[in-house]
């Protein structure tokens, strides 16, 4: 197929609107995930073209029979979403809450929330600037929405392969084997066993931080991220496109956040699927975790600078470039 940019050992980057490619691939029933963030609305036209208002909550909800069917039966469909701002004011936009709920209220679509995430990251850059930093009138928005759809109310999932590791005082409780046992003033009554049995770390929360690990923290992300260094890895990406005058892709997904939903609800081999793939966030975090993936997106430039993420040492891949990716550096894209 002559959208195809390049391919790995595990996954395929095609340019081209998923629209379209989505039916040419004949991906129906075939992806264990669908993980993507697709443009978000937003109150004014930027530069580059994302919808506004009616527009995109027309083309949002027109997408949602798409997806759904290309999941297998027992498959999921994670969406992430930030807040959008309504221009010149200082109140938020209800665009993407609406925009969500139309995509999940499509009755074409079969779909439903397993569950609500929200992805706090507290190094994201104070915004909106007026409002924060000028007026101080608003705190800083610093969270995502995440929502994991499906078909079925038992998508496959496993919440025992994204363990957070314990925190202090829990590891102090295992190892001295006691504590307070009785009744809390919630009503909850603890027995005298009941946190006694080490599971290796502890169940996640909805609330996915993107951190660096401390222990002393109630939040803490689960082993499986911090074993493959996100942190590492994006510091790499940035870099490299530093020294190669690359403009890195603006609305990156948190590595973190991949990894998780890729961890959580797929098993080794199966399919992932990025539709708005723009730097492969997904794509690379599926390739270390050794799931297949196929990643759309529909500017070549984000096809080209995504190639810098598989340069990096431990992933291993065998890269073959396409006849399509020479063309597209010959003419200096
Ligand atoms: C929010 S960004 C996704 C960024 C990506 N998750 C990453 O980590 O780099 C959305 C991407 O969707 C792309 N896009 C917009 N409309 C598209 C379409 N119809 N088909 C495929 N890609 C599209 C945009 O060019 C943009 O790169």
């Known amino acids: 197929m002559n959208n195809l940019l390049y391919e790995t050992d595990y996954g395929k980057y095609y340019i081209g609107k998923c629209e379209e490619l989505i039916e040419k691939l004949e ?5 264990q995930l669908l993980i993507t963030s697709p443009p978000y609305p937003l109150n004014k036209k930027k530069k580059y ?18 997806f759904s069917k290309v999941l297998k039966p027992n498959g999921s469909l994670v969406i992430e979403m930030g ?14 809450i609406k925009s969500l709920l139309q995509f999940l209220e499509n009755p074409e679509a079969n779909l439903r929330l397993c569950q609500e995430f929200v992805c706090y990251n507290p190094a ?20 995502t929405h995440v929502w994991w759809m499906a078909n079925s109310d038992y998508p496959k999932a496993d919440n025992r392969k994204i363990l957070r590791p314990y925190s202090k005082s829990m590891k102090k ?16 009554s603890i027995s005298e066993k009941s946190f006694l049995t080490n599971n290796n770390g502890s169940i996640a929360h909805n609330v996915i931080e993107i951190e660096a690990i401390e222990e002393d923290k109630e939040l803490r992300l689960p082993y499986s991220m911090l074993s493959i ?7 790499y990406f940035m870099r490299r496109c530093r020294e190669e005058h690359v403009t890195p892709h603006p609305a990156r997904m948190p590595l973190e956040l991949a990894s998780f939903f890729i961890n959580f609800l797929t098993d080794e081999n199966d399919l992932v699927l990025d539709p708005f793939g723009g730097s492969n966030t997904t794509g690379f975090c599926a390739e270390r975790l050794k799931r297949k993936w196929i990643t759309i997106e529909v500017k070549e430039d984000y096809g080209l600078q995504s190639l810098i993420r598989f340069e990096e040492k431990n992933i291993n891949s ?13 003419r200096g894209k």
């Open 318 to 330: 065998n890269i073959k470039k396409t006849e399509y990716y020479n063309q597209l550096s010959k």
């Open 124 to 143: 994201r850059l104070p915004s909106p600037a007026q409002w924060v930093t000028i007026e101080r009138i608003r705190a800083i928005d610093s969270f």
């Open 83 to 96: 807040n959008s701002w309504e221009k010149d004011r200082p109140i938020q936009s209800i665009l993407t």
């Open 49 to 66: 073209g994302n919808m506004v208002g009616e527009e995109y909550l027309e083309w949002l909800y027109s997408l949602a029979p798409l």
């Open 27 to 31: 991906l129906e029933g075939k992806v």
């Open 229 to 235: 260094s996100n942190t590492k890895s994006n510091d």
């Open 173 to 188: 409780l295992l190892k001295n084997g006691e504590y307070n046992a009785g009744k809390r003033p919630s009503e909850h």
